[in-house]
């Protein structure tokens, strides 16, 4: 976040704990950037606060307290799997959201798709035709 963003950001800091550090020199074309980090139990803390009210990262949330729940060390079975999903979350490109029983189509990156498979897909999934 810019300077502009300054005063959330040490905020959340005073309220949850965690650093602020520089994450970007300022340069010609481009203000500083600060980056606020929290971790741990704090972090688990906003979370929890915060995440019934999340809309884009709710799942993120979800997963991410599941895994600070399980005991340490982190080399179970349960972590790898949610460390997993945390990364199919973070994947880019378009979500491929699940259809319900009897769909004929869904909707993903802005169009709409037969829920038929397709082997000539960069997707996997046919586009969907009126005709």
């Not at 704990?17 to 520089?22: D, E, H, I, K, Q």
Request: glycine share 8%; net charge positive; charged share 25%.
């Amino acid at each position: 976040m810019t300077v502009k963003g300054l005063p959330a950001l040490e905020a959340m800091k005073s309220w949850y704990g965690g650093s602020l550090r520089v994450s970007r020199q300022k340069t010609q074309r481009w203000a500083e950037a600060r980056v606020w980090t929290i971790c741990g139990d704090s972090a688990a803390r906003i979370l929890e606060e915060i995440g019934p009210f999340l809309i884009l990262k709710q799942e993120h949330a979800k997963v991410a307290l599941e895994f600070h729940s399980l005991p340490r060390p982190m080399k179970s079975p349960e972590h790898a799997a949610l460390w997993e999903r945390m990364r199919a979350l973070n994947r880019k490109g378009p979500a491929i959201q699940s259809s319900s029983p009897g769909a004929f189509a869904i909707f993903a990156d802005g169009r709409w798709w037969k829920t038929q498979g397709s082997l000539f897909s960069a997707t996997g999934l046919e586009p969907f035709s009126e005709t």
